[in-house]
């Protein structure tokens, strides 16, 4: 297969937007993966011949640059060793618990940093390899923060972007990290550093002058060698048409009347959806849940909760820990308060086709989104979309960046159990009007602010922030 030319845009992302299938006459092949941030971005890579960078999730697979869905894909390669230290190590297991308010207790180990500098090199010299002259560089996530800053210095004559879908923490717990200047020296390398919410860009411009001693004023940071660096908010959304298409599907609908019925009919289901991740709240909600059934809040007969965990991270020992905690309690609410075919609680460990979310969406009287701390939160928004007739309660965490833009939601602390029981209740009991309300304003802002709009705010202003640039790219919406 040949190498794709040099692209005017490039996308760099732990994860290739593919999976690999096995089709059954042995041989293997690649499929889009179903992310929000896949169908985001495929437009506008589409419009610009973008390239997009990123792992395929093996270990040693050695593989040459390929095209899957008309799209152009530069594969990077892990070693087994690699995929510890630097994805389960220093990725998921300091980066992630710190970053998302020491829900779990960061390690910190310097072999696990050397394997980040080194994989973070590795994704910076296939960019700059891979990048037209003077083109865009959109740099994702928490895992490449280093990226930005390795490869201006191979190629100043790009134009980078930089945005973290995770929290940025406050200067008080970033700088536990014994590597904080390299990685706030990483992502000044971009031109744009993007975050979910104003606090976070807010927090980065803090510790960028406290610890690296940067002059700075509101979001610009002004660098010795001239360059200016800006920080700032662009909160993610979702395909808001697509999913209400989908759930307006007469399969889905279909498929969400069964769900009930095989539910048992009840008057109220509760639904939650996560990756199954010690951040999101999983165990907090279902004890709650539990506690309003033993007092007699709520009867098996007529209300069930229906928990989606996403298998998730399962090499790395707090994710496993995290299981068998989820396991013990689902067991103990159904062993105690289950009667026959009417568990309290529906728990499902996998993951499931777009198809089968809607419908589960649409299946649902209230979703309950309680993470301790969240970048945004998807699935909240992904709720909103699917209730185009108005119906259904949202709960969600105020720590969840979605509770900044979802200010109807039944708004909850996740710390405090006794009052995410009575928001279960007063969702629950609320009648269609007061549900009405409140979902009407969440779906106006879902509406007008998707996905397309979000990939369109960050390349707009990562491009038009320098005039001077000959090869702008346009959003695909622009065009
Ligand atoms: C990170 C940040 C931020 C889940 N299960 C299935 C499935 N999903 C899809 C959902 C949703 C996505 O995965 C999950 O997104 P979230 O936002 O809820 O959470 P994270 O995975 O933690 O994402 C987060 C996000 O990045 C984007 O910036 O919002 O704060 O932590 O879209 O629908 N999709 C399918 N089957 C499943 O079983 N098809």
């Known amino acids: 297969m040949t190498s794709p030319g040099p692209a005017a845009l490039v996308i760099v992302a732990n994860r290739l937007p593919v999976d690999q299938v096995s089709e059954p006459d042995g041989t293997t092949s690649w499929r889009p993966s179903p992310g929000g941030l896949v169908s985001a971005l495929e437009p506008v890579m589409r419009e610009n011949d973008g390239t997009w960078i990123g792992w395929t999730g093996g270990r040693d697979d050695r593989m040459e640059p390929f095209e899957a869905d008309d799209l152009d894909l530069v594969p990077v390669t892990m070693t087994a060793q690699e995929v510890e230290e630097f994805y389960e190590g220093f990725s998921n297991a300091t980066l992630w618990p710190l970053y998302h308010d020491l829900v779990a207790k960061p390690e910190f180990h310097r072999e696990w940093w050397d394997s980040y500098v080194s994989v973070n090199r590795r994704f910076a010299e296939l960019a700059a390899e891979h990048a037209a002259e003077s083109a865009t560089v959109w740099v994702h996530d928490y895992q490449l923060q280093l990226v930005p800053q390795m490869l201006r210095e191979l190629r100043p004559d790009l134009r980078i972007g930089f945005y973290l879908h995770i929290p940025f ?149 707090q994710y496993r820990l995290l299981r068998d905690d989820i396991d013990r309690l689902v067991g103990h609410i159904n062993g105690d308060y289950g009667r026959i075919g009417r568990p309290a609680i529906s728990y499902l460990h996998s993951s499931y086709p777009r198809e089968e979310m809607a419908a589960l969406y649409r299946a649902a009287d209230i979703m309950v989104v309680t993470p301790y701390r969240d970048g945004m939160n998807l699935v909240a928004k992904e709720y909103v979309a699917c209730r185009h007739d108005n119906t259904g309660a949202l709960v969600l965490s105020e720590f969840a960046g979605a509770a900044e833009e979802l200010r109807q939601a039944y708004l909850i602390n996740p710390y405090d159990i006794n009052g995410m029981k009575s928001a279960l209740v007063g969702a629950a009991r609320a009648d269609d009007k007061e549900l009405a309300r409140r979902m009407r304003a969440m779906r106006k802002t879902v509406i007008q602010h998707d996905v397309a709009a979000w990939a369109d705010d960050f390349l707009t202003e990562l491009n038009d922030g320098d005039l001077t640039h000959d090869k702008v790219v346009r959003p695909a919406r622009r065009l």
Do not use: C, M
């Not at 975050?195 to 004023?217: E, M, W």
């Not at 909160?235 to 609908?253: F, Q």
């Not at 509760?270 to 033993?294: N, P, Q, S």
């Open 169 to 317: 923490p406050p200067a008080e717990l970033f700088q536990q990290l014994p590597w904080r200047r390299q990685i706030l020296e990483g992502l000044l390398g971009a031109d744009l550093v993007g975050f979910q919410l104003p606090g976070a860009a807010a927090n980065f411009v803090r510790l960028v002058r406290q610890r690296v001693g940067h002059k700075t004023h509101r979001d610009l940071i002004y660098l010795p060698d001239g360059r200016t660096v800006r920080a700032g908010a662009f909160p993610i959304s979702i395909d808001t048409a697509g999913y209400e298409e989908l759930a307006r599907s007469e399969a889905v609908v279909e498929r969400a009347a069964e769900i009930r019925e095989a539910l048992g009919d009840p008057r109220k289901v509760f639904l939650g959806i996560d990756r199954l991740d010690y951040t999101k709240g999983i165990h907090a909600r279902l004890r709650a849940f539990g506690e309003l059934v033993r007092d007699g809040h709520f009867d098996v007969e007529d209300a069930v909760f229906v928990q989606v965990a996403v298998p998730s991270r399962e090499q790395v020992e």
